[in-house]
């Protein structure tokens, strides 16, 4: 059986500053993200900040977040400690990185460009290219000991590994100096090293994107190449920096077979690529509090049910029963994560009760994943 | 058919917060529609591969696939859209690319045109899905319905929203033309976006603010799917009563048992009778609210069957009103 995941050990640990969150969509990520920041400044003295990409508006209300002003802002109401809380804007993030590297002239331009525009607020890789750029800025500031980073709500959490990296290639890629080279108005036709594939592709795309993109796009790049020396070298860096013993990660989960899979696939990516996975937090597991077996109380209420067809007692035992089973599902499921990935720790968390919306909910949901783990309710 | 009914939704997009089953709920739609010798196409575009294991199936390939029986006799066929596959396609059917096509691709060219535009890619994802809606095979339509497992909330709007987005690209030229005719299929009564949640304040709150944008951006919207609802209506249940009851039936029945039960039964009512705030909030929408039950066996193959059952039994939500966009081709016959 897999070890216990000890979170106030990690929490505690003064050699970690950067814990990352990462899983699919809707699995409580930003929660767990801003409980265990919260818990590491109360209980363990930490100066801690929290990166949060997209929360719900409540949670953002209830930790001082509502100012987007993209830097840090002091969470109020601590029992004790200091945390920081920041959301992520990823067009502010671009804007800054741009402004930093470049004459304010150049930058002007730079920002004129359309393809920039279009770069900086929609394209996908964007928002986890840019978590990383705000948590490697943290970093360098020196101002906290621990960063907790809640990652973006992509279609696979593969996304926040390879976006930043797809991010680069499409900026400082092969293909647009290729069709810059042979965009009209330039004469260093590279076409002999494509033969006529490449002429096609230019004039097609010219008329799909609009001969303007591929201008935009090559003067846009070519800028960038002048100020900073390319997106991949940038790119590169930060994911080193998420490889060294500072940094953590933590998969985030729910009990359900996709969020399962996805949470197996993303622990093999992060050991594959070397990066310190240091546990799966199971989420909302199924609270059953009774020890008895649905197969009991569904028999006890199917006799009560004969005398009294409308027997709360056999209600009651129905409510424990559904309970029961879908806890037993749930470990099945479960089981997929630990017969896949045998040494990641873990700690299973039931849920608690209503949402997590405030900072007494984020208290009680950081002491239960800490202390209390909840793998053994049901024998 | 009378000339100013609109016609029956035939594209069925199914969205949601992420965790609240619209993956589950597109694949149950998918059978409940697929009633006697009708044809279905469920199909998936974030490369997720979400719907195979559902229905114990190996990956989904671009080429549609039969996938299982639908109810009462029809047949569902699965998919999954690569938008880089659809470039492919879409460069060989109007520029007669051959082989060129394929160096493109390997020089990483197709990757780059799809990630270059935002938007293009999904101009070629919901293109894909329009010519599934319209293609007719031997006299009659290919599909009855097509079932979307679609981008969850957040991202809807802007998937479906192609005129905006294509606004970026070329005016001119095919994609332009194209684009266009996709979103006269999108915001006509042909589609139906249904909005899928589970009953808890987060999804909810995101079904509302979805309902709001679609209403804005003018896409129709079609059921709200209430998902994963717990259990019947709650009664009064007593330590007293409890004790009896669980000695009665040569159950443990000491105090900390009682506890437990209570407490779990005290918790669970609390969730029903949030249901019943949340049914109320969205409700309000106008719009029809489907209930599907949690199993808490967890979704297999049976278990779509059984969501599908219920799905069928609603019937078809009473039709709205015609909308803009509807004199368009694309419904069979139409004479």
Same mark, same amino acid.
């Given at each position: 059986?897999?070890?216990?995941?000890?979170?106030?050990?990690?929490?505690?640990?003064?050699?970690k500053?950067?814990?990352?969150?990462?899983?699919?969509?809707?699995?409580?990520?930003t929660?767990?993200?801003?409980?265990?920041?919260?818990?590491?400044?109360?209980?363990?003295?930490?100066?801690?900040?929290?990166?949060?990409?997209d929360?719900?508006?409540?949670?953002?209300?209830?930790?001082?977040?509502?100012?987007?002003?993209?830097?840090?802002?002091?969470?109020?109401?601590?029992?004790?400690?200091?945390?920081?809380?920041?959301?992520?804007?990823?067009?502010?993030?671009?804007?800054?990185?741009?402004?930093?590297?470049?004459?304010?002239?150049?930058?002007?331009?730079?920002?004129?460009?359309?393809?920039?525009?279009?770069?900086?607020?929609?394209?996908?890789?964007?928002q986890?290219?840019?978590?990383?750029?705000?948590?490697?800025?943290?970093?360098?500031?020196?101002?906290?000991?621990?960063?907790?980073?809640?990652?973006?709500?992509?279609?696979?959490?593969?996304?926040?590994?390879?976006?930043?990296?797809?991010?680069?290639?499409?900026?400082?890629?092969?293909?647009?100096?290729?069709?810059?080279?042979?965009?009209?108005?330039?004469r260093?036709?590279?076409?002999?090293?494509?033969?006529?594939?490449?002429?096609v592709?230019?004039?097609?795309?010219?008329?799909?994107?609009?001969?303007?993109?591929?201008t935009?796009?090559?003067?846009?790049?070519?800028?960038?190449?002048?100020?900073?020396?390319?997106?991949?070298?940038?790119?590169e860096?930060?994911?080193?920096?998420?490889?060294?013993?500072?940094?953590?990660?933590?998969v985030?989960?729910?009990?359900?077979?996709?969020?399962?899979?996805?949470?197996?696939?993303?622990?093999?990516?992060?050991?594959?690529?070397?990066?310190?996975?240091?546990?799966?937090?199971?989420?909302?597991?199924?609270?059953?509090?009774?020890?008895?077996?649905?197969?009991?109380?569904?028999?006890?209420?199917?006799?009560?049910?004969?005398?009294?067809?409308?027997s709360?007692?056999?209600?009651?035992?129905?409510?424990h029963?559904?309970?029961?089973?879908?806890?037993?599902?749930?470990?099945?499921?479960?089981?997929?994560?630990?017969?896949?990935?045998?040494?990641?720790?873990?700690?299973?968390l039931?849920?608690?009760?209503?949402?997590?919306?405030?900072?007494?909910?984020?208290?009680?949901?950081?002491?239960?994943?800490?202390?209390?783990?909840?793998?053994?309710?049901?024998e | 058919?009378?000339?100013?009914?609109?016609?029956?939704?035939?594209?069925?997009?199914?969205?949601?917060?992420?965790?609240?089953?619209?993956?589950?709920?597109?694949?149950?739609?998918?059978?409940?529609?697929?009633?006697?010798?009708?044809?279905?196409?469920?199909?998936?575009?974030?490369?997720?591969?979400?719907?195979?294991?559902?229905?114990?199936?190996?990956?989904?390939? $671009?080429?549609?696939?039969?996938?299982?029986?639908?109810?009462?006799?029809?047949?569902?066929?699965?998919?999954?859209?690569?938008?880089?596959?659809?470039?492919?396609?879409?460069?060989?059917?109007?520029?007669?690319?051959?082989?060129a096509g394929?160096?493109?691709?390997?020089?990483? #060219?197709?990757?780059?045109?799809?990630?270059? #535009?935002?938007?293009?890619?999904?101009?070629?994802?919901?293109?894909?899905?329009?010519?599934?809606?319209?293609?007719?095979?031997?006299?009659?339509?290919? $599909?009855?319905?097509?079932v979307?497992?679609?981008?969850?909330?957040?991202?809807?709007?802007?998937?479906?929203?192609?005129?905006?987005?294509?606004?970026?690209?070329?005016?001119?030229?095919?994609?332009?033309?194209?684009?266009?005719?996709?979103?006269?299929?999108?915001?006509?009564?042909?589609?139906?976006?249904?909005?899928?949640?589970?009953?808890? #304040?987060?999804?909810?709150?995101?079904?509302?603010? #979805?309902?709001?944008e679609?209403?804005?951006?003018?896409l129709?919207?079609?059921?709200?799917?209430?998902?994963?609802?717990?259990?019947?209506?709650p009664?009064?249940?007593?330590?007293?009563?409890?004790?009896?009851?669980?000695?009665?039936?040569?159950?443990?029945?000491?105090?900390?048992?009682?506890?437990?039960?209570?407490?779990?039964?005290?918790?669970?009512?609390?969730?029903?009778?949030?249901?019943?705030? $949340?049914?109320?909030?969205?409700e309000?929408?106008?719009?029809?609210?489907?209930?599907?039950?949690?199993?808490?066996?967890?979704?297999?193959l049976?278990?779509?069957?059984?969501?599908?059952?219920?799905?069928?039994?609603?019937?078809?939500?009473?039709?709205?009103?015609?909308?803009?966009?509807?004199?368009?081709?694309?419904?069979?016959?139409?004479d």
């Amino acid at each position: 059986m897999a070890t216990e995941l000890d979170l106030d050990a990690l929490l505690r640990d003064k050699d970690k500053h950067v814990i990352a969150c990462c899983g699919s969509g809707g699995v409580g990520k930003t929660t767990t993200a801003a409980a265990l920041a919260l818990r590491a400044a109360e209980v363990h003295g930490r100066r801690t900040v929290v990166l949060t990409i997209d929360p719900a508006h409540r949670l953002a209300q209830s930790l001082g977040m509502e100012a987007l002003d993209n830097t840090p802002r002091p969470v109020r109401g601590l029992e004790s400690g200091s945390l920081d809380a920041m959301m992520l804007d990823m067009k502010r993030t671009f804007d800054d990185v741009v402004a930093l590297h470049t004459t304010p002239d150049r930058a002007a331009e730079i920002f004129a460009n359309p393809f920039y525009q279009a770069v900086s607020s929609t394209f996908s890789g964007t928002q986890e290219y840019m978590a990383m750029e705000k948590l490697g800025q943290l970093r360098e500031t020196g101002e906290w000991d621990l960063i907790v980073l809640d990652t973006p709500p992509s279609r696979s959490a593969l996304d926040f590994l390879d976006a930043p990296a797809r991010l680069a290639r499409l900026l400082d890629g092969r293909v647009i100096r290729l069709l810059s080279a042979s965009t009209p108005g330039s004469r260093r036709s590279m076409l002999s090293l494509m033969g006529a594939s490449a002429a096609v592709f230019t004039r097609v795309f010219n008329k799909i994107l609009g001969g303007h993109l591929l201008t935009d796009v090559a003067e846009f790049t070519a800028s960038l190449e002048d100020t900073f020396g390319g997106f991949r070298k940038r790119a590169e860096a930060t994911f080193r920096a998420l490889q060294d013993d500072q940094t953590s990660f933590l998969v985030v989960a729910t009990p359900e077979p996709a969020a399962v899979g996805e949470a197996v696939y993303f622990s093999r990516r992060l050991t594959e690529e070397r990066m310190p996975l240091d546990g799966i937090i199971l989420n909302r597991l199924t609270p059953v509090r009774a020890s008895l077996s649905a197969e009991r109380a569904l028999g006890a209420a199917a006799i009560l049910e004969e005398d009294e067809p409308e027997s709360p007692v056999a209600a009651a035992l129905r409510t424990h029963a559904d309970l029961a089973r879908r806890w037993s599902t749930e470990q099945r499921v479960a089981a997929r994560y630990e017969a896949a990935c045998p040494d990641i720790p873990q700690v299973w968390l039931s849920t608690l009760g209503p949402e997590v919306v405030d900072l007494g909910g984020l208290r009680g949901f950081g002491a239960a994943a800490a202390e209390r783990p909840a793998r053994s309710h049901v024998e | 058919m009378s000339a100013t009914a609109p016609p029956l939704p035939r594209l069925h997009i199914v969205t949601g917060k992420g965790g609240t089953g619209k993956t589950t709920v597109a694949a149950a739609l998918a059978l409940a529609l697929a009633g006697p010798g009708r044809r279905v196409l469920l199909v998936e575009v974030e490369g997720r591969q979400g719907i195979a294991p559902l229905f114990d199936a190996p990956p989904l390939p $671009y080429a549609e696939r039969h996938l299982a029986a639908g109810l009462d006799g029809g047949e569902v066929f699965g998919q999954a859209v690569d938008a880089d596959e659809a470039l492919l396609d879409y460069l060989t059917m109007f520029y007669k690319l051959g082989t060129a096509g394929r160096a493109l691709r390997k020089f990483g #060219a197709i990757d780059f045109a799809t990630t270059i #535009a935002p938007g293009l890619r999904d101009i070629l994802l919901t293109g894909k899905l329009k010519e599934a809606v319209s293609r007719t095979e031997a006299g009659r339509m290919a $599909y009855d319905a097509v079932v979307l497992d679609a981008p969850p909330t957040g991202r809807i709007v802007k998937f479906l929203n192609v005129t905006v987005e294509s606004g970026r690209l070329a005016k001119t030229g095919p994609i332009g033309k194209h684009s266009r005719s996709v979103a006269r299929m999108l915001h006509s009564s042909l589609t139906a976006v249904h909005l899928v949640t589970t009953p808890a #304040a987060m999804p909810v709150q995101e079904t509302l603010d #979805a309902h709001r944008e679609l209403a804005a951006a003018d896409l129709p919207v079609g059921r709200i799917v209430l998902n994963e609802v717990v259990g019947a209506k709650p009664v009064d249940v007593t330590e007293e009563q409890l004790r009896e009851g669980l000695a009665k039936t040569g159950l443990p029945a000491d105090e900390r048992t009682v506890a437990a039960l209570l407490d779990e039964y005290a918790s669970s009512r609390i969730e029903i009778e949030a249901v019943d705030a $949340y049914r109320d909030r969205l409700e309000r929408l106008g719009r029809p609210v489907a209930e599907l039950a949690l199993l808490p066996e967890g979704v297999d193959l049976s278990g779509l069957y059984q969501l599908a059952e219920t799905l069928r039994e609603l019937g078809e939500p009473a039709r709205p009103a015609p909308r803009a966009a509807d004199d368009v081709e694309g419904g069979p016959g139409g004479d």
